[in-house]
Structure formats: C-alpha cells, structure tokens
C-alpha cells in the first residue's frame, strides 16, 4: 500500500518552455502532498505543501509565479516549471501524506533537464 | 532552532561488518521520527516511523531506536544491496512541519 507515482520520470526541455509533473497517489487518498527539489549529493529540499482544494504553501525562497502547484484532486498534485531555465534543472521529488498518520510517501522522482 | 543532524555523512562497511547511524534532532514537539533509505535516481522508500523515546523497530537487517534526542539504525550484517542514502526526517509543531537530516551514504563492499 501507499504508492506515489510521477510522471514522467525524465524531461528534457528546451529554456524559455514550460514542464508539468504530475504526482499520483495511487491507492489512498492524499489530502496534503509536498514537492522537493534535490541537487547533487544533497539532501531533500521542501519547496512547498498543497492541501487538496487550497493553494500552495511555499518555502521561503521558491518563487511561487516560477513554480505552480495545483492540487485538483485528492490523489492528484501537478507542478509546473514555468520558463524553465538550465538553472531550474535537478531531480523533482513528490511526496503524499496519509490523512491523520505522520508518513510521508515519496514519488520515484522525476529527472529535469533544461537545455 | 529546529534542527536534523545526520552522522557520519558516508560509512563504508565490509559485508557482514554491523554498524550504527546516528540521527540527533533538537525540534520542539516531536511527533515522530521517519528514517528512509534512498537509492541514486529514485525517491526515498519509507523504512521506520518512531514516536516515542525508547520504541524500537526492525526489518529485516535494520532496527530503528528513538531516544530523546536521537535516533539509530543499527544495520547488521550488511549486504551489498544495502548500500544507499539513509535519510532521517523529523515532525514537529504542525502536521506538515518536517525537518530532514542531509543523510549518510552506506556502501558496503563484498
């Protein structure tokens, strides 16, 4: 049980172009899920919280216009890379939260490359 | 200031030699302690939640153990195929509030 999907798990895509992933629960329903951004060797960075119905709540430093999130449905959160630039390249990690549990359930990745 | 810190940042182990990782937090209002196991390219896979100092517990080759101010998880007898970035991961004050320690890297070596 508690399985996250992302899709897709590689992008590549030209500056200037926009990206959306999509982040999935697949067998429960998610009412928060988080999006992380993770370079190199590093740690996981949060970059912001979605609550199903509400807008985002982002961390100090993302650029809210830069990084749409949408979270539409309980088993669905979108994040969307807006003129994406080679610096907005990295390894984009999902995860959801099972209502009133403390877990969190991480998404495979997805692989951002901006040329 | 709420706080995960991971120790050491890389173990290098021979098969079969056990070992400890350390996880030290200083958060207010602990509401549990996650430790996760990353593989290069994936998402973090879910291992052990503790809630409360003095709970332990284990799968397989690894057992999670929650003091009051740090957590270990004791690898013994590693295989090969453990080797991977162990995460811990902090809750504290608000149902969304995380903290994640930077990691340690195990490579255990046939």
């Known amino acids: 049980g508690a399985v996250v999907s992302q899709h897709p798990s590689r992008v590549i895509c030209k500056s200037g172009t926009s990206v959306k992933i999509e982040c999935r629960s697949l067998?429960?329903?998610?009412?928060?899920m988080f999006w992380y951004r993770q370079f190199p060797k590093q740690s996981l960075m949060l970059m912001a919280t979605?609550?199903?119905?509400?807008?985002?709540?982002?961390e100090q430093g993302v650029e809210k216009d830069k990084f749409l999130i949408n979270h539409a449905s309980l088993t669905l959160s979108t994040l969307t890379v807006t003129s994406a630039h080679p610096e907005d390249s990295s390894f984009y990690i999902c995860?959801?939260?099972?209502?009133?549990?403390?877990?969190?359930?991480f998404g495979p990745g997805t692989r951002l490359t901006v040329t | 200031e709420d706080q995960v810190t991971q120790s050491p940042e890389a173990l290098r182990l021979q098969e079969g030699e056990s070992s400890s990782l350390n996880c030290s937090y200083t958060v207010s209002g602990l509401r549990g302690l996650f430790w996760y196991r990353q593989d290069p390219g994936k998402g973090p896979e879910f291992l052990f939640t503790?809630?409360?100092a003095g709970e332990e517990k284990e799968k397989e080759r690894l057992k999670a153990t929650l003091t009051k101010k740090e957590s270990f998880l004791h690898i013994t007898a590693p295989k090969p195929e453990d080797s991977a970035t162990y995460l811990c991961a902090v809750q504290a004050g608000g149902f969304n509030k995380f903290y994640f320690g930077s990691g340690t890297k195990l490579n255990v070596k046939p």
């Open positions: 503790l809630y409360s």
């Open positions: 995860s959801a939260r099972i209502p009133e549990i403390y877990e969190q359930y």
């Open positions: 067998d429960f329903q998610a009412t928060t």
């Open positions: 979605s609550n199903e119905g509400s807008k985002a709540t982002y």
